[in-house]
């Protein structure tokens, strides 16, 4: 198939993973709390319709009204601004999703349609119903909401662990993947989390209520944080079946992705050892600032899980499949031969800041192979990263890529296009002067042509084991 080319945006210093990242970080801490709270929920349903807590009932008034106001409404805001922001950043790899899991999206869809009705008939309706009537619908609330996210789940795990899908291209074979199983569990342990946290925040509101009560009811909540046990071994679980080469990006090999490993992991089980050791061990009260912290580390630790699933899956957006540069590894080869822009119809922004046609062709190549991982002059600016570099280094280590750091794709244009490239990353660190002669490229096509020969056109393959 030929290369289609989208249109690329410009969102100035801030690198692209960074604003989906951002966006997905509101959109899963959302989306989780509200499928643990409906687990909640119904917890506490129970506990007020069998007798068990008094109080319960009069906090499911309160906390429900929280759900619907921040789990409905951020929650599906961000989830069309999910979609929105997913077709800037890589049209084509959205455009795979849809295309090999149209049916699967189109029934999580149905199930999000049942959660906010059944949600919403609970909230409008709740006071006059029976208490069975009550436990049923927040029982079809609860299998909506986490059905959504048993149907999402799949795809997003396929991204990083595809698993025999590519050879067969048998939608269950992709879905129920390698990672799937650890990664749909360690989520729900995460939604109880979170809604739990969030719990403490709303009960602390609750001050009409006898501090007693509110005791009752924080310890009640804290118990849903007893899952976090499992967390360890769901995340050892979900490490081992992971590729090899992501493990390594995330143990060592990449600085930022293992420094955000390890803050993760900390800020985890900061959170695990105080809801266990304290609230649920000591039977401590928790304060409204604290709860409130807790959830903020809580939002952290869900940034630092999505950061951790999307980095690792470098140097693809779906493994195997589709570099995070929109390019299909088999096309590599195809597009050294005939330009990675020769037809790209988009035109650059601004063409008349550069002096010349090779400054251009430069820009329209970062934009269309590097601009998803690189600013630059922004995060991981490309014009800090080759700084120090004389005109040949930077020429070889681009050329060579997947060799400079694994968790690239290999260089995918003409030697040509790879001149303007650096030419255009000189010209930036000069300052971006008005004219531009380039520094002399004696030899440099044919150099070029040579690195580009040794590091080949595959990816570098992860150390065995
Ligand atoms: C899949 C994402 C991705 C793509 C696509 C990508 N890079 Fe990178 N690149 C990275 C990451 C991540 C780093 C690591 C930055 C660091 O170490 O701080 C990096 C580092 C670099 C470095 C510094 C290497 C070193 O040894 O210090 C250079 C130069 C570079 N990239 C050039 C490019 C160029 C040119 C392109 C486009 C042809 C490109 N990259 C495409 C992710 C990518």
């Not at 930022?256 to 390890?262: D, G, N, V």
């Not at 990353?425 to 490229?441: D, Q």
Request: include cysteine; glycine fraction near 10%.
């Amino acid at each position: 198939m030929d290369q289609p080319y989208y249109p690329i945006n410009d969102f100035g210093p801030v690198m692209k993973g960074l604003v989906i990242g951002g966006l997905g970080t509101l959109h899963v801490f959302t989306a989780q709390f509200a499928v643990g709270a409906g687990i909640l929920l119904c917890y506490f349903q129970w506990l007020a319709q069998t007798g068990r807590s008094a109080a319960a009932r009069e906090f499911l008034r309160g906390y429900f009204r929280f759900l619907v106001l921040v789990a409905f409404v951020i929650g599906a805001l961000t989830g069309v601004g999910m979609w929105f922001t997913a077709i800037q950043i890589s049209a084509r790899t959205i455009g795979t999703m849809v295309r090999e899991f149209h049916w699967i999206w189109a029934a999580e869809w149905t199930f999000f349609c049942l959660e906010v009705v059944s949600g919403y008939a609970f909230y409008r309706c709740a006071e006059r119903l029976s208490d069975r009537d009550r436990f049923t619908l927040l029982i079809l609330y609860t299998t909506a909401a986490w059905m959504s996210l048993f149907l999402i789940n799949g795809i997003l795990s396929w991204q990083l662990t595809p698993g025999d899908w590519p050879a067969t291209r048998l939608v269950w074979d992709g879905f129920f993947n390698s990672s799937f199983w650890p990664s749909l569990l360690y989520r729900t342990v995460a939604a109880m989390t979170i809604a739990s946290l969030m719990a403490c925040v709303v009960i602390n509101t609750l001050t009409d209520m006898p501090l007693e009560a509110r005791k009752e009811l924080i310890h009640r909540a804290a118990s849903l944080l007893v899952f976090m046990v499992l967390m360890p071994a769901l995340g050892i679980w979900y490490f081992r079946v992971i590729p090899a080469d992501s493990r390594s990006w995330l143990l060592g090999g990449s600085a930022a992705m293992t420094m955000f490993t390890i803050a993760t992991v900390g800020v985890s089980l900061l959170i695990g050892l105080y809801a266990l050791v304290g609230l649920i061990g000591g039977r401590l009260y928790v304060n409204i600032a604290t709860a409130a912290l807790l959830c903020a580390l809580a939002f952290g630790a869900t940034g630092g899980g999505e950061f951790i699933r999307e980095g690792s899956r470098k140097p693809y957006s779906i493994r195997q499949t589709l570099y995070s540069n929109s390019i299909v590894p088999g096309d590599v080869a195809h597009l050294r031969a005939v330009g990675s822009v020769t037809h790209d119809p988009y035109p650059l922004r601004d063409a008349g800041q550069y002096p010349d046609d090779q400054l251009r062709l430069g820009a329209k190549v970062f934009r269309f192979q590097c601009s998803i991982c690189h600013t630059l002059d922004g995060i991981n600016g490309l014009v800090h990263l080759t700084g120090r570099w004389t005109l040949d280094q930077k020429r070889m280590n681009i050329a060579k890529l997947q060799h400079t750091k694994p968790f690239m794709p290999p260089f995918s244009g003409t030697a040509e296009e790879l001149e303007a490239l650096v030419q255009m990353l000189t010209w930036e660190r000069a300052g971006r002067p008005a004219s531009w002669a380039a520094p002399p490229a004696t030899g440099a096509a044919s150099r070029i042509r040579a690195w580009l020969e040794e590091a080949g056109t595959a990816p570098v393959r992860p150390p065995a084991g």
